[in-house]
């Protein structure tokens, strides 16, 4: 069985910077320590609004990044000559709304397919993968396919979301059902949004998801151990479920 990667994502540690416009806490520095500490990968998200993750920050980390650099980044002609201009090695569309807390669902690729197919074709003439982060549903995962992307990232926010165990279970089912239906079809399937330290063996167990892509619940845990043992726990946690240990 394939091993489990960790992508941890450092856009809360700019949050704390932006609180106070300080040049403190360093997301890049964040990013080091979590690749020290066992991360396969780091995830950060330019939103349009720049509320955490800055220009600044997507710059230097496509040169610090030792891993491999995920940027998270809207279906926008100006998020797309960012990526270009950075060269990240992957780049995950997402939906995003001015007005949201954090990301709400996962990305209309059946709506917006011509869209997002000419994004698509675009970063992956640049060089970059791509991943869409769409709801566990087969018609978004169907149009995934028809737009040319290699990777999707499944939204676990519902589950993680979910108000009780029975929702909770069903929410997995549909993302085990909907990570076997992708890898079926060749794509290659990554998740994330919501998952903690309770709630991430059963979707790191699935055997056919290739990485996490977790961050709030790592920084929130790295305000009170530190960014390495945050880090390292979420990753023990992940390669033992994978194993079944968990
Ligand atoms: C797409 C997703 O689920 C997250 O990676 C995203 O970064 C959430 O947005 P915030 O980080 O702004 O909460
Ligand atoms: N794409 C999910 C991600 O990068 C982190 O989401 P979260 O763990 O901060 O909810």
């Given at each position: 069985m394939s091993d489990i990667l960790l992508g941890v994502n450092v856009d809360h540690i700019a949050t704390l910077r932006q609180a106070r416009g300080t040049s403190y806490p360093d997301p890049v520095l964040a990013a080091g320590v979590a690749e020290l500490s066992g991360a396969d990968g780091i995830t950060i998200h330019l939103r349009e609004d720049r509320r955490h993750i800055i220009d600044r920050d997507v710059a230097v980390m496509s040169q610090t990044v030792q891993t491999r650099l995920n940027l998270e980044m809207a279906v926008t002609d100006e998020m797309v000559e960012i990526a270009c201009q950075h060269q990240p090695h992957f780049v995950c569309l997402v939906p995003e709304k001015r007005e949201e807390l954090t990301t709400e669902g996962g990305l209309d690729v059946v709506t917006h397919v011509e869209k997002i197919t000419q994004a698509v074709t675009k970063l992956s003439e640049a060089g970059i993968q791509v991943s869409l982060f769409i709801d566990p549903d087969y018609d978004q995962i169907d149009a995934s396919i028809a737009a040319g992307a290699p990777f999707i990232e499944l939204h676990t926010g519902h589950y993680a979301d979910a108000e009780n165990e029975a929702e909770q279970q069903s929410e997995l089912k549909k993302i085990a059902a909907a990570a076997s239906y992708a890898a079926d079809k060749g794509l290659k399937v990554n998740a994330g949004h919501g998952l903690h330290y309770h709630n991430v063996s059963p979707i790191a167990a699935?055997?056919?998801?290739?990485e996490l892509n977790i961050g709030h619940s790592i920084i929130a845990r790295a305000v009170m151990v530190g960014m390495d043992k945050a880090v390292s726990e979420m990753k023990t946690l992940m390669v033992q479920a994978r194993k079944g240990c968990a």
């Amino acid at each position: 069985m394939s091993d489990i990667l960790l992508g941890v994502n450092v856009d809360h540690i700019a949050t704390l910077r932006q609180a106070r416009g300080t040049s403190y806490p360093d997301p890049v520095l964040a990013a080091g320590v979590a690749e020290l500490s066992g991360a396969d990968g780091i995830t950060i998200h330019l939103r349009e609004d720049r509320r955490h993750i800055i220009d600044r920050d997507v710059a230097v980390m496509s040169q610090t990044v030792q891993t491999r650099l995920n940027l998270e980044m809207a279906v926008t002609d100006e998020m797309v000559e960012i990526a270009c201009q950075h060269q990240p090695h992957f780049v995950c569309l997402v939906p995003e709304k001015r007005e949201e807390l954090t990301t709400e669902g996962g990305l209309d690729v059946v709506t917006h397919v011509e869209k997002i197919t000419q994004a698509v074709t675009k970063l992956s003439e640049a060089g970059i993968q791509v991943s869409l982060f769409i709801d566990p549903d087969y018609d978004q995962i169907d149009a995934s396919i028809a737009a040319g992307a290699p990777f999707i990232e499944l939204h676990t926010g519902h589950y993680a979301d979910a108000e009780n165990e029975a929702e909770q279970q069903s929410e997995l089912k549909k993302i085990a059902a909907a990570a076997s239906y992708a890898a079926d079809k060749g794509l290659k399937v990554n998740a994330g949004h919501g998952l903690h330290y309770h709630n991430v063996s059963p979707i790191a167990a699935l055997p056919e998801i290739i990485e996490l892509n977790i961050g709030h619940s790592i920084i929130a845990r790295a305000v009170m151990v530190g960014m390495d043992k945050a880090v390292s726990e979420m990753k023990t946690l992940m390669v033992q479920a994978r194993k079944g240990c968990a």
